[in-house]
């Protein structure tokens, strides 16, 4: 291996290394929940030392985003890993994020473009991506990831990369569905090109069939949280998505621990024994949670006994892929692809996605009060924060816009979060 390929790898064992020794500590330190923590890491391990066996064996792989269908790379066998994970590490004991956060004041990029495309390209520029034989784009939901797309496809150093990425449509009536289908199709058609790994739609089948028991068993944990007080913290939720939608996306050794999941959620609300003691405030956090996630959530249970209900990542609106044939099969693909995943789901296409959202949810898990965090990246939403404040009134539930950055604490500190939500909270008589 040579040196220009050992840096890309640099970060792909520090990230082994971290997780490891989470694992270790928590197999030294027996909790009642890491029967369901363990699992995931042991997973996110897997994943990073696959990146590094692919590279030194030769073995074809591919970078993708979390929105192309995981059950057609694992039908393949086809390892892949999520582009962006690197941004999204900020939750996760992470020596490099000041610097690399620092990096980006000297990019040529200017600094009201979302901080998770930012620091993409960073990671691109310092060579810290692995390169992977194949790079499946995402161009959805905003015009910055376009941009991104094109950057990452267009790079010195993967410029000879064979790239795919989807045309979008805007409506989800049947036939624009059936047009995105045969997007889906020419993505399947690419990988059998560049990566030489067979497709067979018996083996998807039976992949999907798998796939739709893990996310019927995370919609049986959503109604479960339905329940006051809510039975989890807001990571098993995330962990839900994780381990559906990322490398390994409908693996039968997953579908265990989701049943393992809801058995545990189940025993909490008959014995009434949250993991979050001390509930008094049921929120929707109405987008993704900052990659500092643990160092609010975590204040907000303790100062406030505030939990977090639900989150875009969270929310299961997922519809099971008819398997009948491969028409019903691609056309569920791009129904999962466009219309369930989170930041997708709400901003591809009318407001109304938002506002249809924050209604549902509000009325089926009895929230308390919206935060629409405002991340600075996301003005799809910023353009629709009236008529999310209009809809909470309607609903009368407290609303509060913060206007911050989730993966940039210098934007706005946690200790100024902090303080409005606590004012808000004050203002409004909760807690």
Request: glycine fraction near 6%; aromatic fraction near 12%; proline fraction near 6%.
């Amino acid at each position: 291996m040579d040196s220009k390929t050992e840096k890309t790898l640099e970060r792909t064992r520090e990230d082994i290394a971290v997780y490891s020794s989470i694992v270790e500590m928590m197999e030294l330190a027996p909790g009642e929940m890491n029967h369901l923590y363990i699992p995931t890491m042991k997973n996110m391990i897997r994943q990073s030392e696959r990146t590094i066996e692919c590279i030194e064996t030769g073995e074809p792989f591919a970078a993708s985003c979390f929105t192309n269908p995981a059950e057609i790379f694992t039908s393949m066998d086809l390892h892949w890993y999520f582009l962006f994970k690197q941004s999204f590490a900020g939750g996760l004991p992470n020596p490099h994020m000041t610097e690399d956060l620092e990096a980006l004041d000297h990019m040529g990029v200017p600094s009201d473009v979302c901080t998770l495309i930012r620091l993409a390209l960073h990671y691109l520029d310092a060579r810290l991506v692995p390169k992977p034989t194949v790079y499946l784009g995402i161009t959805e939901p905003c015009d910055g990831i376009v941009g991104v797309h094109e950057a990452i496809r267009t790079h010195p150093d993967w410029h000879d990369v064979p790239s795919w990425g989807p045309d979008l449509i805007y409506w989800n009536d049947d036939e624009s569905l059936a047009y995105f289908a045969g997007e889906i199709r020419d993505m399947v058609r690419f990988l059998v090109e560049y990566t030489g790994k067979p497709f067979d739609l018996d083996r998807l089948r039976e992949v999907i069939a798998e796939s739709n028991k893990q996310y019927g068993l995370w919609h049986e944990h959503s109604e479960l949280k339905r329940a006051v007080p809510c039975p989890h913290r807001y990571m098993m939720s995330m962990q839900c998505f994780y381990q559906t939608n990322f490398e390994g996306g409908g693996r039968k050794e997953n579908t265990g621990w989701f049943e393992d999941l809801v058995a545990d959620a189940e025993m909490r609300v008959k014995e009434n024994r949250p993991e979050a003691p001390n509930q008094k405030i049921r929120l929707l956090w109405f987008d993704i949670p900052p990659v500092w996630f643990e160092e609010l959530f975590g204040w907000l249970e303790e100062e406030w006994g505030a939990v977090i209900v639900m989150d875009m990542v969270s929310y299961c609106p997922y519809t099971p892929i008819d398997t009948r044939d491969e028409e019903t099969i691609f056309k569920g693909f791009a129904r999962r692809v466009l219309m369930d995943p989170p930041m997708v789901r709400q901003a591809r296409g009318y407001a109304d996605n938002f506002l249809s959202d924050i209604t549902r949810i509000v009325r089926d898990y009895r929230i308390d009060c919206v935060i629409w965090p405002g991340h600075i990246g996301h003005k799809d939403g910023a353009a629709s924060i009236s008529l999310m404040r209009e809809r909470c009134r309607e609903l009368d539930v407290p609303f509060l816009h913060i206007g911050m950055d989730q993966f940039d604490k210098r934007y706005m500190t946690p200790d100024e979060v902090k303080t409005k939500i606590s004012q808000f909270f004050n203002a409004m008589g909760l807690g």
